[in-house]
Each structure stands twice: as C-alpha cells, then as structure tokens.
C-alpha cells in the first residue's frame, strides 16, 4: 500500500468513526460549553494533545479554559465543565481525577471507546466512540496503532464543536487572542 492509499484509508476510518457519533451528545456539550464558568480539560498521552488542541481554541474564543496538571490551572468548582477524554478508562490517574470531581458535583463529559458500563459512575455524560479502546485488540477495526482511532475522532470532534461555537464571531476577533510569542 503506498502512501496515499494508506491516508485515504486513515480518513475513511475516522469518517467511519465520526459518522457514529452521537450528535445530541455534541449539541448537549456544545451548550455546557456555553453556560459553564470555565472549562477543564482532562486527558493522558496522545488524548490529552487532542484536548489541549480542543483547550487552546476555546481560549482563543474567549473562553476560560485549562487542562489539568498544567500551570496555571485553578482549582475546579461549581459551574465549571470538565471534558475528559481516556479511550479505555482505565488510566489509573485519570480515573481518581474524574472520581474525585464526581463527589465534588462537577459536571463531567467524557469521551471514550470503552463498553463498560461502570464508567458512567465517573461522568454525567458519556460520549462512546467507535474506535478500539485497548492498547492491542483491533482486531481489524482499525488498521492504525493503539487508540489512535479514537484520538483522532475527538480531535474532530472538537474542531466541529470549535467551529459552531465560532459562528458568529468574526475571525478577526478571534485571531486578537492567537499567541504572538512564536
């Protein structure tokens, strides 16, 4: 397979995987993300680079947002919205974070490609993606490594919530809360 079959492939897959999302799932995130104080982000690995991408343009957007472990990152509270993401929820440090903003009645969103259903004890809202959520059983799911699958589908996702949060505000505006220190 040459490369360009191998991308064109890559894209079916995320196509395939995007197109069985739950789209009430996104517009009831959407408008968390509209009410909430501020937003946090929760994620470990490659999931949390796709948070801090999804992060990074609700800042830019005008929206108080971090992610978690990183400084600065004030303490969450009521009225705040955490989007966790953890492809197999189980990711020991992620769990005991999610677990301990549960008891603390934070509103929690999740995405995640994990079946188990004992993750709903963890978050009010549970996205399920349909992408391999173990480290080595794709079993001919996926033809990419891991989870990548289920990384690259939220990604997405948070580019499509980024881009109706956005419009109805002017791209210039926008680009005012861009870093200018690169």
Do not use: W
Not at 45 to 69: D, P, T
Not at 74 to 96: F, N, Q, R, Y
Not at 150 to 155: A, D, S
């Amino acid at each position: 397979m040459d490369i360009l079959q191998c991308g064109s492939s890559i894209l079916k897959e995320i196509s395939g995987s995007f197109s069985q999302i739950d789209v009430s799932e996104t517009k009831k995130l959407i408008e968390r993300i509209k009410l909430a104080r501020r937003v946090f982000f929760v994620g470990a690995g490659r999931s949390k680079v796709m948070l801090a991408a999804f992060c990074m343009r609700l800042n830019q957007l005008g929206i108080e947002s971090y992610i978690a472990g990183n400084i600065p990152c004030p303490p969450a509270g009521k009225g705040d919205l955490v989007i966790a993401a953890s492809g197999s929820c189980e990711t020991p440090s992620i769990m005991a974070i999610l677990k301990r903003l549960k008891k603390l009645d934070i509103d929690i969103f999740l995405f995640t490609a994990s079946p188990d259903t004992a993750i709903h004890a963890v978050a009010d809202t549970i996205m399920r993606i349909q992408a391999p959520y173990t480290l080595s059983g794709n079993e001919g799911t996926s033809r990419q490594l891991m989870r990548t699958l289920f990384e690259q589908t939220v990604f997405i996702i948070g580019e499509t919530i980024v881009e109706e949060l956005s419009a109805d505000t002017p791209v210039e505006e926008i680009v005012t809360k861009h870093t200018n220190l690169e």
